[in-house]
């Protein structure tokens, strides 16, 4: 009797300790993309080539987030090879990324233009923001049968790409953070910042998760240029972006025993998505760092006064729905916040964790398959570490 119940018991722990371990294995899955490559040189000014400069500073970058035992690392490209635009959405796609970040040079005929910006998928009047994607999207006549691949896309035609469905915009909330995350860090190290802006760059419109696109400077600058295409300066940079990526991490999905930032940035805020176009070239503020005013209109969410709620995202986009069953898969029990530039859908309400856990799975059963839960603590937004702290 005594053997069976020991038996019973290893058996127990056995079984405890393979779950844990299961769930302990499960990473942090970053899709690193370097733009350009092998005949595609992307801009080149000044003797500095933007594949080259691209893919340098995604390798270090990679080794950075390779140090950390919770980060799984995937490359659309490690060497000079050229890979489609369309591919190198599918290599992160297919490894379930749950980021994907495209990193370039920026590049104008204004030598005097300088600065960083992040650009998260979008339509845009901007001018400027149009003619970025044109100038990144235009390598798609590079490829073979490009015309039939990307379904008749026209680089010189953005707004072929109005169709965009609701579905894509699920990940613009979480976009415009991780955006927002790697304009703070930049900031921080000393460089310029252009804002976090939207644009139709066609590598974004077809990865299935939170995705950027980062312009680290005008290698058109003689100044920036050289720094870009400096090692000291390259890992400069990776530096930010890797603390960036790391800090996105901990706010959305935990923190890890190794998640080292070499230089702790400023807590997550709410950033503004910059989509005017200036008459003159401004001294720019850092804008995006500012949290924007929230309108009255169409702030339909009130959280409890006081304590912690826990809700689900549904989905987060430029568009305002009526929050009635039908325009959310017959889930009820809607809510909706809104910064002035992006509505949030939420689902359900309460103060109970594993209640919010089975509203979840809820979501999930009805479509939602990018849900994620979000808290409040007092009425105002913290992290779900933080609400659990409580």
């Known amino acids: ?151 008749g896309f026209d680089p010189n035609k953005p707004e072929t790409m109005i169709g965009i469905q609701i579905l894509q915009e699920e990940y613009l909330d979480n976009s415009i953070a991780l955006a927002g995350s790697i304009q703070r860090n930049f900031i921080e190290m000393g460089k310029k910042s252009r804002g976090v802006k939207q644009a139709p760059f066609m590598v974004l419109h077809k990865a299935y998760m939170p995705r950027v696109l980062i312009e680290m400077g005008f290698i058109s600058n003689p ?46 805020e709410p950033v503004k998505v910059i989509d005017s176009t200036p008459t003159t070239k401004p001294v720019v503020k850092t804008p995006e760092i500012k949290k924007p005013e929230v309108k009255p209109e169409p702030k339909e969410d009130t959280p409890a006064s006081s304590g912690v709620v826990f809700k689900v995202q549904l989905s987060a986009s430029s568009k305002k729905l009526d929050l009635t069953p039908s325009n959310f898969n017959g889930l009820s029990n809607i809510s909706m916040s809104s910064d002035g530039a992006v509505y949030r859908y939420m689902y359900g309400n309460t103060s109970n964790y594993n209640d919010a856990k089975k509203l979840l799975q809820d979501a999930k059963a009805k479509g939602y398959s990018t849900a994620f839960l979000i808290a409040y603590k007092d009425g105002k937004k913290v992290s779900v570490q933080e609400a659990l702290k409580q």
């Open 223 to 268: 100044v920036e240029g050289a720094k870009l295409d400096s090692e000291s300066g390259q890992e400069e940079i990776a530096e930010s972006i890797a603390n960036a990526i790391i800090a996105y991490k901990k706010e959305y999905f935990g923190a890890g025993n190794d998640d080292v930032i070499t230089k702790p940035s400023q807590k997550m």
């Open 1 to 151: 009797m005594i053997t069976i119940i020991n038996t019973k018991k290893t058996l127990f722990f056995s079984l405890l300790f393979l779950t844990v371990n299961v769930f302990s294995q499960s990473k942090f899955k970053v899709a690193l993309d370097a733009g350009h490559g092998d005949h595609d040189y992307g801009a080149v000014y000044h003797g500095h080539i933007e594949k080259n400069i691209a893919l340098a500073v995604v390798l270090k970058v990679g080794k950075i987030l390779e140090k950390n035992s919770g980060i799984d690392v995937i490359y659309t490209r490690k060497t000079d090879t050229f890979i489609d635009l369309i591919e190198r959405a599918n290599i992160a796609n297919r490894a379930d990324a749950n980021i994907f970040v495209s990193i370039h040079c920026n590049a104008n005929p204004n030598t005097a233009a300088d600065g960083c910006e992040t650009y998260v998928m979008g339509m845009s009047k901007n001018a400027s923001n149009l003619q970025a994607a044109k100038n990144e999207n235009s390598v798609v006549t590079l490829e073979k049968d490009y015309k039939q691949k990307y379904n």
